[in-house]
């Protein structure tokens, strides 16, 4: 087939489906997208709460615990050693299906009633206040840790430990306030930082150590802006510059920022990739609009997939050996579609089925053990699911799903916004496509308000000691007032702690203790990080410098004194103020 242009559903935007995506869409026996796919992004990503965790009750063993549900909520809701024991069968809340009802409507009545696991952990110990946690001890406030120890208020950290702040961190020991970093230690304040030591504010730095606010070095040493120094001169103007006052280090950041302006960087992060778009991709190939993964092949539209994604479209959160899977989160196996949280084989439509060997589920919700052929949590013989479900696809053509605000939800379509558990506000959704109140219900989209108690502060940020040197251990008992003070759109708390081991390693770093609470000192790395919009754009390399003459090229580009020709597609907006280089001039420059 050829392209053809089409209008979304939603946003009323024009989107282009390709040749190969109706191949795609024809090969897994699903009708082609009606929305365009930044509008079934989003749509994905209000249905997935990291980070709102409420106190509640477990309402199987009656115990206290946290869970991404409030009490409110309709259903029950058990820890996770009551959901995934043998005291209860989710297949005691199966029904018929009713052919009087669009499907969306019978599948929210049935989320009800089905007890619903309260948080993502498995085999870890001491982290009750942390959500998709795996084999992993001592996580607070952090999400999505895999075999880590001691992980506070981090987001995707695997193989690691001591670690505060950070990000996309793996492999890693003793590192604070750092994005993309691999096998690191003892890294502060750092992006795209690879087999570094004793370094703080780095931006893509490679096996280097001793080095102070630089860009693009590989192998160096004593390096402070970008100069070298012999060892004493390095630690006589380290102690100059004295970081560990908060005046002192936020002069310093912003000096570093602009530092960091005036070097190349590259246009993605596309590692041993061919024929790859999208950004911070790995061991990849074929694939387009695709971040944060590796091992991607055949696939298109996938955000955060990890260990192997093979003809695949639009996943997110997903990944596994993921095969033949569409517009799906948190998932993982094969021929899984429009689900939350599908770890089988052939499944559609499910929530929470996390069981490695289930196969064949439609419209299931928490089923955690191997079951076979259940619709809406029931179960029927090989034969039977088979002609059910061909009538059930049949009566949503038939009778689809309409919301207020028009759209109309057939089979092939996730679901539809308005029956997320969650509030937008308390998505991921709000993360990466931040929205008001009311142009989020505008859109159908679940708000809720915040329902946190107001924390009564202790210490104002004001008060705060400015030198760490000065910060007694007294501080651990504080709560300290959030200089947002709740006045922006970051999910401000307001008030926070300060935990004594966080303490001891900013201590160790020589750092000043933050001022912002976790919410808003999270908010500001996702701002760092450039989001999964590309645009297209020609390489700012003019020969013997950038553009503007900002960087002057030290290596020798196959282009000469002329300017590259290089065109790429890039997740930095022509409005940005980095210099942003192909792959070739880049490695010109910095390898």
């Given amino acids: 087939m050829n392209p053809e242009t089409r209008q979304c559903q939603n946003c009323k935007n024009a989107f282009v489906i390709e040749a190969q995506d109706f191949e795609f869409y024809k090969k897994i026996d699903v009708s082609s997208p009606t929305w365009c796919p930044e509008c079934r992004r989003q749509r994905r990503l209000a249905f997935r709460n990291e980070r709102s965790l409420h106190h509640r009750m477990c309402d199987l063993c009656k115990k206290d615990i946290i869970s991404r549900y409030p009490a409110e909520v309709p259903s029950p809701v058990y820890c996770p050693d009551c959901w995934r024991s043998d005291n209860w069968d989710p297949l005691d809340y199966g029904r018929e299906y009713d052919f009087s009802k669009p499907f969306f409507l019978q599948f929210k009545e049935l989320w009800d009633t089905v007890p619903q696991l309260a948080l993502a952990t498995v085999n870890s110990i001491n982290s009750n206040y942390a959500n998709h946690v795996l084999d992993s001890k001592n996580v607070y406030l952090s999400i999505s840790t895999v075999r880590s120890e001691n992980i506070y208020y981090s987001y995707?950290?695997?193989?690691?430990?001591?670690?505060?702040?950070?990000?996309?961190?793996?492999?890693?020991?003793?590192?604070?306030?750092?994005?993309?970093?691999?096998?690191?230690?003892?890294?502060?304040?750092?992006?795209?930082?690879?087999?570094?030591?004793?370094?703080?504010?780095?931006?893509?730095?490679?096996?280097?150590?001793?080095?102070?606010?630089?860009?693009?070095?590989?192998?160096?040493?004593?390096?402070?802006f970008n100069m070298e120094y012999s060892e004493e001169e390095y630690r006589r103007i380290l102690e100059k510059y004295?970081?560990?006052?908060?005046?002192?280090?936020?002069?310093?950041?912003?000096?570093?920022?602009?530092?960091?302006?005036?070097?190349?960087?590259?246009?993605?992060?596309?590692?041993?990739?061919?024929?790859?778009?999208?950004?911070?991709?790995?061991?990849?190939?074929?694939?387009?609009?695709?971040?944060?993964?590796?091992?991607?092949?055949?696939?298109?539209?996938?955000?955060m997939a990890v260990d192997g994604a093979k003809d695949c479209y639009d996943l997110t959160l997903s990944g596994i050996k993921a095969e033949l899977c569409y517009e799906a989160i948190s998932t993982m196996g094969s021929r899984n579609r429009f689900s939350v949280g599908a770890y089988g084989q052939d499944m559609e439509y499910v929530w929470d089925?996390?069981?490695?060997?289930?196969?064949?589920?439609?419209?299931?919700?928490?089923?955690?053990?191997?079951?076979?052929?259940?619709?809406?949590?029931?179960?029927?013989?090989?034969?039977?699911?088979?002609?059910?479900?061909?009538?059930?696809?049949?009566?949503?053509?038939?009778?689809?799903?309409?919301?207020?605000?028009?759209?109309?939800?057939?089979?092939?379509?996730?679901?539809?916004?308005?029956?997320?558990?969650?509030?937008?506000?308390?998505?991921?959704?709000?993360?990466?496509?931040?929205?008001?109140?009311?142009?989020?219900?505008?859109?159908?989209?679940?708000?809720?308000?915040?329902?946190?108690?107001?924390?009564?502060?202790?210490?104002?940020?004001?008060?705060?000691?400015?030198?760490?040197?000065?910060?007694?251990?007294?501080?651990?008992?504080?709560?300290?007032?959030?200089?947002?003070?709740g006045q922006c759109a970051d999910r401000c708390t307001e008030g926070f702690r300060v935990l004594p081991e966080e303490l001891t390693l900013y201590r160790e770093f020589n750092l000043p203790l933050p001022r912002l609470c976790p919410n808003c000192r999270h908010a500001q790395r996702v701002g760092q990080r450039e989001g999964f919009q590309l645009h297209k754009r020609q390489c700012q390399?003019?020969?013997?410098?950038?553009?503007?003459?900002?960087?002057?090229?030290?290596?020798?580009?196959?282009?000469?004194?002329?300017?590259?020709?290089?065109?790429?597609?890039?997740?930095?907006?022509?409005?940005?103020?980095?210099?942003?280089?192909?792959?070739?001039?880049?490695q010109a420059e910095v390898v």
Wanted: hydrophobic letters at 25%; glycine letters at 6%.
């Fill in 353 to 485: 089925c996390y069981s490695k060997t289930a196969t064949h589920l439609f419209g299931c919700i928490s089923i955690g053990k191997k079951k076979d052929f259940c619709i809406l949590n029931k179960q029927y013989t090989e034969e039977e699911y088979g002609r059910m479900i061909q009538k059930i696809k049949k009566h949503m053509e038939e009778m689809p799903h309409k919301d207020k605000q028009g759209r109309v939800f057939h089979y092939g379509e996730f679901f539809p916004p308005g029956i997320s558990p969650f509030g937008y506000n308390e998505t991921l959704a709000y993360e990466y496509s931040p929205l008001s109140r009311e142009e989020a219900e505008e859109k159908g989209f679940v708000w809720k308000e915040n329902l946190r108690k107001k924390p009564a502060v202790t210490l104002s940020f004001e008060d705060m000691p400015d030198h760490i040197r000065e910060t007694r251990d007294e501080i651990t008992k504080e709560i300290i007032g959030c200089i947002h003070q």
């Fill in 156 to 224: 995707r950290t695997d193989d690691s430990r001591d670690i505060f702040d950070s990000a996309y961190s793996y492999h890693s020991e003793k590192c604070l306030e750092v994005i993309d970093t691999h096998a690191s230690n003892k890294v502060g304040f750092g992006q795209y930082v690879q087999e570094c030591l004793n370094s703080q504010f780095l931006y893509d730095v490679r096996n280097s150590q001793n080095c102070l606010a630089s860009v693009n070095l590989r192998n160096a040493k004593y390096q402070i």
């Fill in 541 to 586: 390399c003019a020969g013997k410098s950038s553009e503007e003459g900002i960087y002057e090229n030290t290596g020798t580009h196959s282009h000469g004194e002329a300017h590259c020709p290089n065109t790429f597609q890039t997740t930095y907006a022509p409005d940005r103020p980095e210099i942003v280089y192909c792959e070739a001039c880049y």
């Fill in 242 to 303: 004295d970081l560990g006052s908060y005046r002192n280090s936020i002069d310093f950041e912003k000096k570093f920022k602009e530092h960091n302006l005036r070097y190349p960087r590259r246009y993605a992060v596309l590692n041993k990739c061919q024929n790859v778009t999208g950004n911070n991709v790995e061991n990849s190939k074929n694939s387009a609009f695709c971040f944060d993964g590796y091992d991607i092949e055949n696939s298109k539209f996938l955000i």
